[in-house]
């Protein structure tokens, strides 16, 4: 099924934008294509929680928190998903992981670090 590989992340200070990527090099784009694909994120101490996501018909979905700020796209050609993240805030510091599903089976990112402090 091939890894997520996810990057982007970094220090930003508030306000500031960051663009995550994740990428699947070694995922058959008949797989990557019909997989719903997603952003979570973990801060210390907290639990995974969904941020975005994006089903194989580009029909998205986002948490309340980053609505409006937040935006999740992905390039089937390339076998790719981004997540656009705008007027950041302290609050969106955390790990982000890449996240895909098909047919019942999940995989994982190892994360990339999001860090959001003046």
């Known amino acids: 099924q091939g890894p997520l590989v996810e990057s982007g992340g970094g220090l930003v200070q508030p306000g500031g934008s960051l663009r995550l990527s994740c990428a699947a090099p070694r995922t058959i784009t008949s797989v990557f294509n019909p997989s719903m694909m997603a952003w979570y994120r973990q801060a210390p101490g907290k639990e995974r929680d969904l941020v975005a996501s994006?089903?194989?018909?580009?029909?998205?979905n986002y948490a309340d928190s980053v609505k409006g700020r937040f935006t999740i796209s992905r390039d089937n050609a390339r076998k790719r998903v981004y997540l656009q993240m705008n007027d950041l805030a302290p609050e969106d510091t955390a790990v982000y992981y890449c996240?895909?599903?098909?047919?019942?089976?999940?995989?994982w990112g190892q994360g990339t670090q999001v860090t959001v402090s003046s």
């Open positions: 994006i089903t194989s018909g580009a029909i998205t």
């Open positions: 996240y895909r599903e098909l047919e019942g089976r999940s995989f």
